[in-house]
């Protein structure tokens, strides 16, 4: 069965640096099919893709954030990271990783993918 | 950006209903659509995928359709344990983007 596990500090300073990992069991963050994502959520609202990792580790990003975060590859094999510097309040949310499957139909009509697989989310704040 | 509109933002309704959420795509998309159901303080669940495809474990009563720019999730007979918020989302482009969601609440 397949677990993602964020962890990290739940309280940053205004203009620091937010810095998330997300623990993967039950499965390898190498295989082909799965891309790596974060998503945030403040309080009360709606869901922001902040992007993803490939496993070639390649990443693309939400352009509005795209200045101020990075996601890797973590030490261990099966950890990815999520770095957002110059933090500020409104980057208090609960923020997710999510493991994106990619496949195709097997009548050769096309791809798909979706999120098949969240953590459960680790609410940060920022304030001094 | 793929701008994605949700509607209603809110809708009520009583055990039994059927409910149809809307979601509209700014440009095309193809069938590069999810819908997502989200408990208070929960992670959100894939309930469809690829606009029309039932993931699996979702019972039957949900079901998807559309393609393009017009996508619809329904829900046959809604449910106690379907009251909550659902997204949809488009990966049809590498900037992905989520709905701003629709919240079943209980008449």
């Known amino acids: 069965q397949v677990q993602l596990q964020e962890s990290g500090p739940g309280l940053v300073k205004p203009s620091e640096t937010l810095s998330l990992t997300c623990t993967v069991s039950?499965?390898?963050?190498?295989?082909?099919?799965?891309?790596w994502n974060w998503i945030r959520q403040p309080a009360g609202k709606g869901l922001e893709w902040i992007g993803r990792?490939?496993?070639?580790?390649?990443?693309d990003y939400n352009p509005s954030l795209r200045s101020r975060v990075s996601i890797s590859v973590g030490t261990s094999k099966n950890q990815f990271s999520l770095n957002l510097n110059s933090v500020t309040a409104s980057d208090t949310a609960v923020y997710y990783c999510?493991?994106?499957?990619?496949?195709?139909?097997?009548?050769?009509?096309?791809?798909?993918?979706?999120?098949?697989?969240w953590g459960q989310g680790t609410l940060v704040t920022v304030s001094s | 950006d793929i701008q994605m509109a949700q509607s209603p933002s809110s809708l009520s309704a009583s055990v039994g209903d059927r409910v149809t959420i809307t979601c509209r795509a700014s440009?095309?998309?193809?069938?590069?659509l999810s819908w997502y159901q989200q408990k208070p303080g929960k992670a959100p669940k894939v309930l469809i995928y690829?606009?029309?495809s039932l993931q699996s474990g979702v019972p039957s009563r949900f079901s998807g359709r559309g393609s393009g720019t017009d996508f619809t999730l329904t829900i046959s007979s809604l449910q106690p344990e379907d009251f909550a918020t659902y997204y949809c989302?488009?990966?049809?482009?590498?900037?992905?983007?989520f709905g701003g969601g629709t919240k079943v609440e209980i008449k």
């Open positions: 440009q095309s998309i193809s069938n590069y």
């Open positions: 039950g499965g390898s963050i190498s295989r082909e099919s799965y891309y």
């Open positions: 989302q488009q990966t049809y482009t590498t900037l992905l983007t």
């Open positions: 690829a606009a029309s």
């Open positions: 999510a493991r994106e499957y990619v496949s195709f139909f097997v009548d050769g009509s096309g791809s798909y993918d979706y999120f098949d697989y």
């Open positions: 990792i490939y496993p070639t580790g390649n990443a």
